[in-house]
């Protein structure tokens, strides 16, 4: 079982600036890459505080200099906003930074807020096109000269400049069946998040790599990610798990304020959804978080990671964004790398 961590730079009101929270997420990343993790993730969202990352390339590029081992993923990079060249060139650059430490995430992209501000307002269910065409052309360039003539993006011969240094891996963040099938049939390894979901859903997204594997027989298995909000804390502490439900449900209450697209933004920030909306909706009572995100001791968490790598799972992605201030953060994993990763090891 490999552990990476996923964390962006996440802002909640201005009292913190955007110096300290890039200092905090660098923070974040050593002490992962001196517990053992393999890779940090960083995503791509933009005009929003809750998740600040317009490109995960700066920050990446920046933590290959601070770093020699962790693996830097772009998790994910969204393909409706980027040209194929952009993407080849400038992952193939980071693998050179990194020394071939270089790991690509693509995905469709979810939130329309988004499409609205950086596709023309395209429905962000169309993004899915621009992912399937993205994907080959962008391994094309990594090979040599390639002139690609495609429904959305048509370019004359071109290369990527520079190569890189090894072919980086292609993951996908995946859902449904057609996903799982096009990430497998294409060589690429796949990332899932059951969300606030439990471990049932787990077992389903799980199925759906499986039957995408035996769709495709002929194609070498690729590596298999879940991807969870993660929150640790001592046994001795027994009500502990609450600091990480009431922060859990305030970031799903934020993720639902701005997937909803219903209010105009104010210099960045949403308010989240409030509690009385959820009243009717199981999974956000704070006994359900705990039950359904990876909450708990370390030994609860050890038998719940155990029982995902029975189910295949390759790799376990510690998802750090949870609303909780820094000094939290860094609590909570400092006990998954002292107590959880041992067992694994």
């Known amino acids: 079982m490999k552990f990476s961590l996923f964390v962006h730079m996440e802002r909640w009101d201005e009292q913190v600036s955007h110096r300290q ?21 960083i995503g791509e969202h933009h005009a929003m505080e809750y998740t600040i990352s317009p490109s995960p390339m700066p920050l990446l590029a920046y933590l290959a200099g601070k770093t020699t081992t962790i693996h830097l993923g ?8 980027w040209h194929p060249l952009r993407v080849a060139g400038e992952c193939a650059l ?32 169309s993004g899915g096109n621009a992912l399937r065409e993205m994907v080959p052309v962008v391994r094309k360039l990594w090979e040599g000269d390639y002139a690609h003539d495609g429904e959305i993006w048509k370019f004359p011969t071109s290369t990527s400049v520079p190569k890189p240094v090894r072919t980086p891996p ?9 996903s799982h099938n096009f990430a497998v049939a294409n060589g690429c390894n ?16 799980k199925n759906k790599f499986e039957a995408a594997l035996a769709n495709n027989p002929s194609i070498p298995r690729p590596q298999l990610m ?43 920030f949403l308010d989240p959804s409030p509690e009385e909306k959820f009243a009717e909706r199981p999974e956000f009572q704070l006994e359900n978080i705990r ?22 799972v390759d790799e376990f992605s510690f998802w750090c964004d949870n609303s909780l201030p820094h000094e939290e953060k860094k609590k909570s994993l400092a006990l998954f790398i002292e107590q959880v990763v041992p067992a694994f090891r």
């Open 170 to 178: 292609i993951w996908i963040a995946a859902r449904d069946p057609d």
């Open 190 to 205: 796949v990332m899932v998040t059951p969300l606030m979901k439990g471990d049932e859903e787990v077992v389903d997204l």
């Open 291 to 312: 039950k359904n995100t990876m909450i708990g001791t370390p030994e609860e968490i050890v038998a719940r990671i155990k029982h995902y790598q029975e189910l295949g």
């Open 94 to 125: 980071l693998d050179v930074i990194s020394n071939g430490r270089m790991e690509v995430g693509l995905a469709r992209g979810a939130y329309q807020v988004e499409f609205d501000r950086m596709a023309g307002g395209m429905p962000a269910s």
């Open 226 to 268: 879940v991807l969870r909000h993660t929150h640790v804390h001592a046994k001795d502490d027994p009500d502990g798990w609450q600091v990480g439900a009431k922060a859990i449900s305030r970031f799903y209450r934020t993720f639902d304020a701005w997937f909803g697209n219903k209010t105009v933004p104010v210099n960045g």
């Open 74 to 81: 772009a998790g994910t990079i969204i393909a409706p906003f």
């Open 21 to 41: 929270l890039f200092e905090d997420l660098t923070e974040l990343t050593l002490m992962a890459e001196k517990g053992g993790f393999s890779t940090v993730w």
